[in-house]
């Protein structure tokens, strides 16, 4: 080990970088898929790193403001060299990344956004690849399972913005396509932490589903003030809320029975080589503190995706090349798991699955 060491410490250097909420709102989501990139680089390096070069990682905290990202990310590529982004989170900061065409200035990819939203999405955003499923997706998929259990009456919690508006045309869309009826709609303004009143009026519409689409915190603060008799209705969120994170807030009770959407596989089934790899580099030195969530496996899927391209990129790899080989990853799979980019297509997975809130946080599928 000591001598790999050595001949990496005299190779080229390949530097790729993460640009996130590491404090601030997004910090417990931030912080774990960072462990989960970080353990895995480390698993590369120790196995000689990429054709012998030492992969660095680099890291810069915008505390989830928008108005730092796009600097962060300039000041990444163009002072730290990195060659990639990966894992970046939420909209408002990538918006603001796309906005600034730092991406496209220096023809740099960004491999994964923990972000759904569709604005994300289309022209002016060739330089990012999606590896998840939209919220339009997420929000269609819940509407078909309520529909599929009779469960025709919902109530929708949404956030008065931009991101609000799109869900709630996503709802809209479920309702004509699954036949559901809209009984009531609340919305909240961003910050919001008392939910009492919202949770009241919700309970007294006396639907029989509740889709809950707001953000995780707002998730977890309205749960906290719900209040119905067991069995009231079924409620709903979508993939960014965490199941030991809602638990912890609103208490276990409440958590429990919450169908959350998922846009990776389960990250402890054997289905995949891909899940399989990752609960091997969860139990290996390299993962101490990662967390076997859905949340870290889609980390780690980012990040061995961005990687996987890096080595076809070639002996002296460039931003330029990456985008290059993430284009040709048609018809690919990173450990079993499909994943479709092209010239012309930047969304690389839908898949979709919903899982269910149980003891301890933990989702079962």
Do not use: W
């Amino acid at each position: 080990m000591a001598l790999l060491a050595a001949c990496l410490a005299h190779a080229e250097d390949i530097r790729i970088g993460i640009v996130s909420g590491f404090t601030g709102p997004i910090a417990v989501t931030a912080q774990e898929v960072l462990q989960a990139t970080r353990a895995y680089v480390d698993q590369v390096n120790a196995q000689g790193g990429i054709q012998g070069n030492r992969l660095v990682l680099v890291t810069k905290d915008d505390g989830y403001d928008a108005a730092k990202t796009a600097a962060l990310a300039e000041e990444a590529i163009a002072a730290d060299k990195v060659i990639g982004l990966v894992n970046s989170a939420g909209t408002a900061p990538t918006m603001a990344l796309i906005k600034s065409r730092v991406l496209h200035k220096y023809r740099v990819p960004l491999v994964g956004v923990y972000s759904g939203a569709t604005v994300l999405r289309g022209a002016g955003t060739e330089e990012i690849f999606h590896t998840r499923a939209t919220y339009n997706d997420e929000i269609q998929k819940i509407s078909r399972l309520a529909s599929t259990l009779g469960l025709h009456r919902v109530a929708v919690l949404y956030q008065e913005d931009a991101f609000g508006e799109g869900v709630l045309q996503s709802v809209a869309a479920g309702e004509k396509s699954f036949n559901l009826q809209l009984v009531l709609k609340v919305g909240y303004q961003p910050g919001t932490n008392d939910f009492t009143a919202h949770a009241q009026k919700i309970v007294a519409a006396q639907p029989q589903a509740i889709f809950l689409m707001g953000v995780p915190d707002a998730v977890y603060q309205f749960m906290k003030a719900y209040h119905a008799p067991a069995g009231a209705a079924q409620l709903y969120a979508l993939s960014f809320v965490t199941p030991k994170l809602l638990a912890d807030v609103a208490g276990e009770e409440k958590a429990r029975g919450v169908g959350i959407s998922q846009v990776v596989p389960n990250p402890n089934s054997a289905a995949f080589a891909l899940t399989r790899d990752f609960q091997a580099l969860v139990n290996s030195p390299f993962g101490k503190g990662v967390k076997p969530s859905p949340v870290a496996l889609e980390g780690y899927l980012n990040i061995r995706l961005l990687v996987e391209a890096i080595r076809m990129a070639g002996p002296h790899p460039t931003g330029e090349k990456v985008i290059q080989s993430l284009s040709a990853m048609q018809e690919y799979r990173v450990g079993g798991f499909p994943i479709e980019f092209s010239n012309e297509k930047r969304s690389g997975s839908n898949y979709l699955d919903i899982a269910v809130v149980g003891r301890n946080g933990r989702l079962l599928y």
